[in-house]
């Protein structure tokens, strides 16, 4: 069931954090608990629970609503994990600024857990004292059959310097991650199985909706019917192998539950398979398909999937292998300098 509501409290928000004035927030929201109590200027009816945009408070559930009743239960079965909810719309640039949310109940919606780096400079994640390797790295470790004829001819044609390449690679990496957030929001808002999909798409706001690639409406027209959401960016853990990795979509279709992957390349490359897969065989999933926004075709995306199930187990297996070699690595180097 989905709860929308508005946030209390913007006026104090704005006062602590002015740019919110210039740039209004969007995406996914935390909900944390306040206990900031020893501030006088904090009506007591605002010392429930905040809402969170990374660093920056725009707004309080109200006290004592049907919302913070719900969102307070979540968090005392979360335990330390945190509680999200859905930016739907706002406006803190007038001068009684408000903001809109979603939470919903039965959509497992989690952010992708902060990542570090160690001494050779490999990025994890950590959970529970260990340390597990992002699949990203591993699958750098990953040799498969790819078509990679005239790309040096072509960096040599378009590029005079490795500096100048190394700045396009990053531009096109920042267009990704912003093509990520954009459809992470339109999931969530439920653009994906809405029984009224023009009401869900008028509720986009317009800067959002023009960075969503056009393919994306014909996906969700004709390969979306009868689709559940069942969760919103997952990360998933391998255990046995340290590996762990966040996909964008865990869907029901027909029965099947199904592993989404976005990429924003022009066409589905092999190693994304081989990586939708791994998800798929960790999650547990029927199924993994991985979509190409970037694709100059009629439709404007690509789109493979991995459906047999020995594949998926293949997946997981090339994936097992990769994480023991960049392990071995790591610890042969330990003992060379030790």
């Known amino acids: 069931m989905k709860h929308q509501f508005k946030l209390v409290g913007m006026t104090f928000s704005v006062r602590e954090f002015p740019q919110l004035k210039t740039e209004n927030p969007f995406g996914t929201v935390d909900f944390v608990r306040n206990t900031q109590h020893d501030k006088p200027d904090f009506p007591p009816e605002w010392r429930g629970i905040m809402a969170m945009d990374g660093d920056v408070r725009i707004g309080w559930v109200a006290n004592k609503s049907e919302e913070q009743a719900l969102i307070n239960k979540h ?47 490999f990025e994890f994640y950590e959970k529970d004292g260990k340390q597990y390797q992002r699949i990203t790295n591993v699958l750098g470790r990953v040799e498969v059959e790819e078509d990679t004829s005239g790309l040096d001819d072509w960096k040599l044609k378009t590029f005079n310097s490795f500096r100048e390449y190394a700045a396009y690679m990053k531009q096109a990496a920042d267009r990704g991650t912003v093509m990520h957030a954009v459809l992470e929001h339109a999931c969530k808002l439920g653009v994906i199985g809405a029984t009224d999909r023009n009401a869900v798409v008028d509720a986009i706001p317009e800067g959002e909706f023009s960075k969503i690639p056009k393919g994306f409406w014909i996906f969700v027209g004709s390969d979306c019917k009868d689709m559940k959401i069942l969760a919103v960016e997952e990360t998933v853990f391998d255990d046995e192998n340290l590996v762990a990795g966040t996909f964008d979509l865990l869907v029901e279709q027909d029965g099947k539950l199904i592993v989404i992957d976005w990429k924003s390349s022009k066409q589905v490359y092999p190693k994304q398979l081989v990586q939708a897969g791994w998800y798929a065989a960790i999650r547990g999933a029927d199924e993994a398909w991985v979509v190409a926004w970037g694709s100059k075709n009629s439709c404007g995306y690509q789109i493979k999937k991995v459906k047999a199930p020995a594949a998926i187990l293949l997946a997981r297996e090339i994936i097992s292998s990769a994480a023991r070699v960049v392990s071995g690595s790591k610890k042969f180097f330990a003992e060379l300098k030790g």
């Open 75 to 121: 968090l005392d079965e979360a335990g330390d994990d945190p509680v999200y909810g859905t930016i739907l719309e706002c406006d803190y640039s007038g001068s009684k600024p408000w903001c809109s949310v979603e939470f919903e109940d039965g959509v497992k919606s989690t952010k992708e857990p902060e990542t570090k780096k160690d001494d050779s400079d």
